[in-house]
């Protein structure tokens, strides 16, 4: 009986040092363990946060062509997206009065024609409307609050068709329309014909200025159990520092913390991360 209970005593014993031995092998893979990071300084300075409009675009001016008298269009001399310059001859209508010949009011290009030779033309519609698309409109609205973020004359981005470019703000409203929103006008200059009227454009302006702060791309930051916190790399290991956010804009965070101007942020890497784990960088940015 003796001999068993040594026998188990020295079994125990064994199975103790060994599950000691893994604790201590998994604690040496643990601290082994090397996480490929990308990283990118901490910068310092204003962020502005802008708000994003959207409106639609349309002709600058459009020229309607109406005819004094009914009558026969005798000769048709355009046709529909044709350019016309001011006093072109556009058709001659044959009235009750004699032969009329009407001129383009305006230069621009022929939309909405009516019509066609023989055809009668009435003076309850226009024949045809004339409208300049050299420079557009983008027509939008909104609230009274908001008609404070625009000034006249000013320039804005604007993103329409996929493509960027600025827009001049030419008028602010000052009475509501029928919704109770604010309208608002801006040029955009259409040399090349690359946009259209009816075109959705989205235009951005600024609405917050959070200046001289700490900033980190926000995909840097890491929000866990109601706390935010970044990684900091320091002597290859990875710092990690609570933040307290002050203003978050799309691709970029403005915070306060332990941090400074040029500390080297992670980016990419840091969901596998814990304090005080090695890391090697395999991108700055």
Not at 148 to 161: A, C, H, Q, R, T
Not at 176 to 184: A, H, L, Q, S, V
Not at 235 to 254: C, F, G, L, P, R
Not at 262 to 279: F, H, I, M, N, R
Request: with cysteine; net charge negative.
């Amino acid at each position: 009986m003796k001999k068993v209970r040594i026998t188990l005593a020295a079994l125990l014993l064994l199975t103790m040092l060994a599950a000691c031995n893994q604790d201590e092998e998994n604690n040496a893979d643990k601290k082994d363990t090397v996480t490929p990071v990308e990283i990118t300084a901490v910068n310092k300075g204003d962020l502005i946060v802008e708000r994003s409009v959207y409106g639609r675009t349309a002709p600058s001016s459009t020229t309607p062509i109406m005819l004094q008298a009914p009558g026969e269009i005798t000769t048709l001399e355009v046709e529909n997206g044709e350019k016309v310059e001011e006093d072109d001859v556009i058709a001659t209508v044959q009235t009750p009065a004699g032969t009329r010949t009407i001129y383009a009011e305006t230069s621009g290009e022929i939309a909405e024609l009516q019509g066609e030779e023989g055809a009668i033309a009435t003076t309850e519609k226009p024949l045809a409307v004339i409208v300049d698309l050299e420079d557009l409109v983008l027509n939008l609205t909104v609230t009274a609050e908001a008609t404070s973020l625009f000034e006249v004359g000013e320039k804005y981005p604007i993103i329409i068709n996929e493509t960027e470019i600025s827009a001049e703000i030419t008028s602010i409203g000052k009475l509501p329309n029928e919704t109770g929103m604010y309208p608002i006008e801006a040029k955009i200059p259409n040399d090349d014909n690359n946009f259209l009227p009816g075109m959705v454009a989205e235009i951005s302006v600024p609405e917050n200025k959070i200046k001289d702060a700490l900033i980190v791309p926000t995909e840097a930051v890491v929000e866990e159990s109601g706390k935010s916190f970044i990684y900091i790399i320091k002597d290859d290991k990875a710092i990690e520092k609570e933040i307290k956010i002050t203003e978050t804009h799309s691709d970029q965070t403005a915070f306060e913390g332990d941090v400074k101007k040029g500390d080297q942020v992670v980016t990419s890497g840091k969901l596998t991360l814990t304090d005080g784990a090695k890391v090697n960088v395999v991108k700055e940015g």
